[in-house]
């Protein structure tokens, strides 16, 4: 049986995927990658990266000054999005980096 945190997060990469294909983006998942972004998508105009993260989790300091620092093309959007529960609801919380 897979960890539940696992599949929450999963769950919720796929959510944030959805939102940005309903915008028109390309996106796509980086399963299993551990790496600096979770979500890759693209648009005609620019590339966004997205860490997820859900509940209380966060990025350390030096997380978050790598995925500042990572080498990427003009016209990258970098962001952290974070999922919580309110009112049994899942709502999200975008900050760009």
């Known amino acids: 049986m897979a960890n539940r945190n696992y599949e929450r997060g999963r769950k919720l990469e796929y959510r944030t ?5 309903g915008i028109g983006e390309t996106s796509l998942r980086m ?3 551990h790496g600096l972004c979770d979500v890759v998508s693209i648009s005609r105009s620019y590339l966004r990266l ?5 509940g ?3 990025m350390t300091p030096a997380e978050r000054e790598k995925f500042k620092n990572m080498p990427c ?3 990258t959007i970098k962001q952290i999005w974070t ?3 309110v009112k049994g609801a899942w709502k999200h919380e975008v900050k760009d980096i």
Do not use: F
Request: glycine share 4%; hydrophobic share 35%.
């Open 17 to 21: 995927m959805e939102i940005l294909e």
């Open 31 to 33: 399963a299993g990658s």
């Open 50 to 54: 997205v860490q997820v993260k859900s």
């Open 56 to 58: 209380s989790a966060t």
């Open 73 to 75: 093309p003009p016209n």
């Open 83 to 85: 999922w919580k529960k």
